[in-house]
């Protein structure tokens, strides 16, 4: 399992919070935010630290989210 300083784990939440405001609200759901969640932590596990790359990795999912919690 890897480690993550405490800025990046700052920067993960803020993509968090930032990407679940995008998610259309039918489909904002716990479930939804713990597929992003979940995107985003392996994004940053493969090294993608910054908040533009983590952000784009996120945005990638949100059509997934709209099919998946319809």
């Given at each position: 399992?890897?480690?993550?300083?405490?800025?990046?784990?700052?920067?993960?939440?803020?993509?968090l919070?930032?990407?679940?405001?995008?998610?259309?609200?039918?489909?904002?759901?716990?479930?939804?935010?713990?597929?992003?969640?979940?995107?985003?932590?392996?994004?940053?596990?493969?090294?993608?630290?910054?908040?533009?790359?983590?952000?784009?990795?996120?945005?990638?999912?949100?059509?997934?989210?709209?099919s998946?919690?319809?």
């Open positions: 399992m890897p480690q993550f300083d405490p800025e990046l784990i700052r920067v993960m939440k803020r993509v919070e930032d990407i679940m405001m995008k998610v259309p609200l039918e489909h904002s759901t716990p479930a939804a935010k713990a597929y992003l969640a979940e995107c985003i932590l392996k994004a940053a596990a493969q090294g993608h630290t910054s908040y533009d790359a983590l952000i784009g990795a996120a945005t990638d999912q949100l059509q997934v989210i709209v998946l919690f319809s």
